[in-house]
């Protein structure tokens, strides 16, 4: 029999709402997990503000703009929008920059950029008038996405007073996230349709079903990473060179496969 968490979700909301005075932060990634969290916050009844944010990985993008439009209209808020801590991390490692761009990278100090999801909470809370000490952020965040995750959660508790962050459908399985979704009647983005999970990074499980379906918003990509392009090279070589099936089985082709993780390092299998 499976361990028992320690406390439930309902004692848990309630511990947040009564020490956050019923206010919020979301990190809302337009993914699944995000919406159920959204969905799950609004039903308790515990929170009379929820502000969600989204963080751009690539900034610029169609169709995340297009997705975060319907979302607000959907959810009837406002979302806020932030840049990555990831693409300051990506620019100042020269993730797939030509040559030419290194010397104002350094120069402008993105090796030195250190942003953390507290530093995020903190920021925001002072933008909203919101007391620091008391602004709590709601991350959709599943015990069942894998075994470290679980073990985490058993560990040290769904939320964690340190930096005020807590998960509003940690005990959820994927059905329940369905559910929850389909009751709702809220659209999940096409990015389902296109990579299989939210856009999450520019190597080739995302930058090629890009080229496809969006190919400006992969110039986009281009436009901030400009050897990104290199991915599908060297993916074609691959292909081409080597047994494709086996490469397959591995996990290297393909843009669904179960484990994967993204640029911000979120596990994308399912439970």
Not at 2 to 22: C, H, N, W, Y
Not at 172 to 201: H, M
Request: glycine fraction near 8%; charged fraction near 30%; charge should be neutral.
């Amino acid at each position: 029999m499976p361990k028992p968490f320690p406390i439930s979700r309902q004692a848990m909301l309630e511990t947040v709402a009564a020490e956050s005075d019923g206010r919020c932060l979301l990190a809302f990634s337009r993914g699944k997990d995000a919406l159920a969290a959204w969905l799950e916050l609004k039903q308790s009844g515990l929170f009379r503000e929820i502000v969600p944010f989204h963080l751009d990985l690539v900034p610029g993008m169609r169709f995340v703009d297009e997705s975060l439009a319907y979302f607000e209209k959907a959810m009837k808020t406002r979302i806020l929008r932030l840049a990555h801590p990831s693409f300051y991390r990506m620019i100042g490692h020269y993730v797939f920059q030509t040559p030419d761009r290194l010397r104002a990278i350094h120069r402008l100090g993105f090796r030195n950029v250190r942003v953390s999801y507290n530093d995020i909470r903190r920021w925001l809370a002072d933008d909203l008038g919101w007391p620091e000490d008391r602004t709590w952020l709601a991350v959709g965040v599943r015990a069942a996405d894998s075994p470290q995750r679980r073990l985490n959660i058993l560990r040290t508790g769904p939320f964690r007073r340190s930096d005020k962050t807590f998960y509003p459908v940690f005990d959820y399985r994927i059905a329940d996230v369905r559910a929850a979704i389909e009751e709702s009647g809220i659209k999940l983005p096409v990015d389902y349709e296109w990579f299989g999970r939210s856009f999450d990074g520019v190597d080739a499980r995302f930058i090629g079903p890009l080229k496809e379906h969006a190919p400006e918003d992969y110039k986009r990509v281009l436009f901030w990473f400009p050897f990104a392009d290199m991915e599908l090279e060297r993916l074609d070589f691959r292909k081409r060179d080597y047994d494709g099936e086996r490469l397959e089985a591995a996990g290297i082709l393909g843009t669904k496969e179960s484990g994967q993780r993204g640029a911000s390092g979120e596990a994308v299998e399912d439970a």
